[in-house]
């Protein structure tokens, strides 16, 4: 085979517009009979030079912009409008790498659709960019394939990954507030441990005097502040290095994300969240025809939390052996009655996606109300927590001046 190249181009589709771009191929006339395929009328064809100056593309390593569930949501509602509207999947591709915003996400629908044009299935080009495209949109984009409703199958995926951004931003406006001030009440108390304390300590030590117990305890800090505080940081920035390279991994998720949901007030959030995620999910796979063992290990996979992961381990040794899906389930802890019932009755009147549909619309609203009442309670604990904390450090920064007034009396 002869070594591919860029080729830069300059095309007219069908109503006259004129179209620039780029396409890897082994000669000219692979890229003027690629034109065509695509509806171009090829204008100019030439050798693409990397750029010089100005014209070259600026790219710094580990800064590349990640694909997040939005852009795929948009990707896909796009790419299910053309093909429904009559536009070939080649034509759609390339429209979609034209435009997408997201040049990471750009770069790999071009390698697509180079994959495609050589005779590769679009589920199988996609398999090829895992990093990109989840499992459960390879799957339900296989089956749309299989099936003949491939618009229907991005619509599906569409609707679910809308969801779940919607879904995730609840959570997140339910947990910014607290997070931010937290940190920012952290970062505080260390400013104040470190840069303010010792100058209350040398100026009460010129004075004289015992220091009352609550200023000698703040004192102490600071000492161990100011010897542990660099350490910490260090620790802190090594820490995330790591967490970002590990908490994906099995010994992490066994131990982190089983407690996730027994915290305190957090963790029944999180649980109606991931049985929100594994009821969507679900619901989706088996609407578009993905076989129900199929759904069932990648809605494992997609579920984002150990526990649940584990449950669906067993539900698929349960559907392997001819028995129920809600079996399984109403002897997991973290599936609430409710929804195991919900299935079974699914099973039985063979309507589990409508049920399924259901379970996820109840504990998307659960998840809404929920966060609602943990914004309205959070505030207020926030802003008392912060002034006993600040508080309290200026009132016994303060205590030694009441006993030196008391000493000169």
Same mark, same amino acid.
């Given at each position: 085979m002869a070594a591919t190249q860029t080729y830069a181009y300059r095309g007219r589709d069908t109503s006259g517009k004129v179209v620039k771009g780029r396409v890897d191929a082994a000669t000219e006339a692979a890229v003027a009979s690629r034109l065509r395929t695509m509806g171009l009328a090829p204008i100019s064809i030439s050798e693409a030079s990397a750029g010089t100056g100005l014209n070259r593309e600026i790219t710094f390593g580990g800064f590349t912009k990640a694909v997040g569930l939005k852009d795929l949501a948009v990707m896909s509602r796009q790419m299910a409008t053309m093909i429904s509207a009559g536009l070939s999947l080649l034509r759609a591709l390339h429209i979609l790498a034209d435009q997408t915003e997201n040049p990471t996400l750009a770069k790999t629908l071009e390698t697509v659709r180079n994959d495609v044009e050589t005779g590769v299935s679009l589920s199988d080009a996609m398999r090829k960019h895992a990093e990109i495209f989840p499992p459960l949109m390879i799957n339900l984009v296989r089956a749309g394939e299989t099936g003949g409703f491939l618009e229907g199958s991005l619509e599906s995926i569409a609707n679910n990954y809308e969801a779940e951004?919607?879904?995730?931003?609840?959570?997140?406006?339910? /947990?910014?507030?607290?997070?931010? =001030? $937290?940190?920012?009440? %952290?970062?505080?108390? *260390? !400013?104040?441990?470190?840069? +303010?304390?010792?100058?209350?300590?040398?100026?009460?030590?010129?004075?004289?005097?015992?220091?009352? /117990?609550?200023?000698?305890?703040? =004192? $102490?800090?600071?000492? %161990?502040?100011?010897? *542990? !505080?660099?350490?910490?940081? +260090?620790?802190?920035?090594f820490f995330s290095f790591w967490w970002r390279k590990n908490k994906n991994t099995d010994r992490v998720r066994r131990i982190v994300e089983p407690a996730i949901l027994k915290l305190p007030v957090f963790g029944p959030l999180f649980t109606k969240v991931a049985i929100a995620r594994f009821s969507r999910n679900f619901s989706t796979m088996m609407s578009s025809g993905v076989p129900i063992l199929q759904s069932l290990a990648i809605v494992g996979?997609?579920?984002?939390?150990?526990?649940?992961?584990?449950?669906?381990?067993?539900?698929?040794?349960?559907?392997?052996?001819?028995?129920?899906?809600?079996?399984?389930?109403?002897?997991?802890?973290?599936?609430?009655?409710?929804?195991?019932?919900?299935?079974?009755?699914?099973?039985?009147?063979?309507?589990?996606?409508?049920?399924?549909?259901?379970?996820?619309?109840?504990?998307?609203?659960?998840?809404?109300?929920?966060?609602?009442?943990?914004?309205?309670?959070?505030?207020?604990?926030?802003?008392?927590?912060?002034?006993?904390?600040?508080?309290?450090?200026?009132?016994?920064?303060?205590?030694?001046?009441?006993?030196?007034?008391?000493?000169?009396?």
């Open positions: 951004v919607k879904l995730r931003g609840t959570v997140k406006s339910a /947990l910014t507030y607290p997070v931010i =001030v $937290l940190i920012m009440a %952290v970062l505080a108390v *260390i !400013g104040m441990l470190i840069f +303010i304390v010792p100058i209350f300590e040398q100026m009460f030590a010129n004075l004289g005097g015992e220091l009352p /117990l609550p200023t000698q305890f703040l =004192v $102490l800090l600071s000492k %161990v502040m100011i010897w *542990i !505080g660099p350490p910490l940081a +260090i620790g802190a920035v996979e997609t579920s984002g939390n150990w526990v649940i992961e584990q449950a669906l381990i067993k539900v698929q040794d349960s559907v392997r052996t001819g028995k129920s899906v809600a079996g399984p389930l109403s002897a997991e802890p973290v599936f609430p009655s409710m929804v195991s019932q919900m299935i079974a009755v699914g099973e039985d009147s063979g309507a589990m996606e409508q049920m399924l549909s259901k379970i996820a619309d109840f504990y998307d609203e659960e998840v809404t109300s929920t966060t609602e009442q943990l914004t309205a309670l959070i505030e207020p604990l926030m802003i008392a927590f912060i002034g006993v904390v600040i508080g309290g450090m200026i009132v016994a920064l303060y205590l030694p001046v009441f006993t030196i007034f008391e000493n000169i009396k």
